[in-house]
């Protein structure tokens, strides 16, 4: 009798085992990035295309490792730099979205006299086919939304048409756009002016697939949105900010994340540039009273 207890004790045991090894295997994530933020895994999608030059050969040709508001290449991911007279775009061509848009914006550059007019989005013919055009954007529901504002980009007529390629858009929640997302524009404004200059990166999140797509082109649709900010005049400081793609009407406080927080969201690496100790120590706070 104290035999059989012994081996049942030792099936249950294993029965036990099984089953949370199975949990955990149904928990792993499914791509590249897994960290989790409010239950879901942030994921960008990957892939093998990587545009018309391959990426070290982009990112070469163009100089911009050593700029302060570029991220790290993306490891084993669909990237395609292009570089603008304003900003830097990391485009993903399976998506049909930037993975992230970069620039770096001065005092100098927040005022000028080349305003949007009447000024529409158009495609950008730097990139493969099929790609991101207005028809897609036409009865979809959302707003063709920038990444690299056209508010920043008064200050030349090139940056300003520049702005308005696909390639720096995402379909983008009309409450969104013209609310909470238009405010943080305007508020780098403010940062830019205040402060002399900031370095801003900004682009869409999405979360574990399926996504939704809009148009014949299949542009992804993003779940949320990131933004992190750099200033480096006087004491070093960053702060991060999430907006899901949905109406919002918040205080700006209930978007605020550190940087590290958004690099996790997103697994993009931010400010690699920057010396270790200093990329360390702002990355890891986010304190509003610093900028405001």
């Known amino acids: 009798?104290?035999?059989?207890?012994?081996?049942?004790?030792?099936?249950?045991?294993?029965?036990?085992a099984v089953k949370v090894c199975g949990d955990q295997a149904e928990k792993e994530p499914e791509n590249l990035y897994t960290e989790q933020r409010e239950s879901h895994d942030a994921v960008r999608s990957s892939g093998e295309h990587t545009g018309s030059r391959g990426k070290d050969e982009n990112r070469q040709a163009d100089d911009i490792s050593d700029k302060l508001e570029i991220p790290a290449p993306i490891a084993n991911g669909d990237e395609m730099i292009l570089k603008r007279k304003a900003y830097t775009t990391s485009y993903n061509p399976s998506t049909k979205l930037p993975?992230?848009?970069?620039?770096?914006?001065?005092?100098?550059?927040?005022?000028g006299n080349h305003s949007r007019g009447g000024?529409?989005?158009?495609?950008?013919?730097?990139?493969?086919?099929p790609r991101a055009t207005d028809n897609d954007y036409k009865g979809s529901g959302y707003d063709r939304g920038h990444m690299c504002p056209s508010g920043d980009n008064k200050w030349d007529a090139d940056a300003q048409w520049e702005s308005f390629y696909f390639t720096n858009a995402c379909p983008q929640h009309h409450g969104l756009?013209?609310?909470?997302?238009?405010?943080?524009?305007q508020q780098c404004r403010k940062w830019a002016r205040q402060m002399g200059d900031i370095y801003i990166v900004c682009g869409p999140?999405?979360?574990?697939?399926?996504?939704?797509?809009?148009?014949?082109n299949q542009v992804v649709?993003?779940?949320?949105?990131?933004?992190?900010?750099?200033?480096?005049?006087?004491?070093?400081k960053a702060i991060g900010f999430i907006y899901r793609n949905t109406d919002g009407n918040r205080p700006k406080g209930d978007y605020v994340n550190t940087v590290d927080?958004?690099?996790?969201?997103?697994?993009?690496?931010?400010?690699?540039?920057?010396?270790?100790?200093v990329e360390t120590k702002v990355e890891a706070e986010a304190k509003l009273d610093d900028w405001y």
């Open 221 to 236: 649709v993003p779940e949320a949105f990131f933004k992190v900010v750099l200033c480096m005049r006087g004491t070093p």
């Open 99 to 111: 993975n992230w848009v970069a620039w770096h914006l001065t005092a100098n550059h927040v005022d």
């Open 1 to 16: 009798m104290k035999q059989l207890k012994y081996y049942l004790i030792v099936i249950a045991l294993l029965i036990v």
């Open 119 to 129: 000024m529409k989005f158009h495609e950008d013919e730097d990139v493969p086919e």
């Open 205 to 216: 999140i999405l979360y574990k697939g399926p996504h939704k797509t809009i148009g014949e």
């Open 261 to 277: 927080q958004v690099e996790r969201i997103t697994g993009l690496d931010f400010f690699p540039a920057l010396p270790d100790d």
């Open 177 to 185: 756009n013209r609310g909470d997302w238009n405010e943080m524009e």
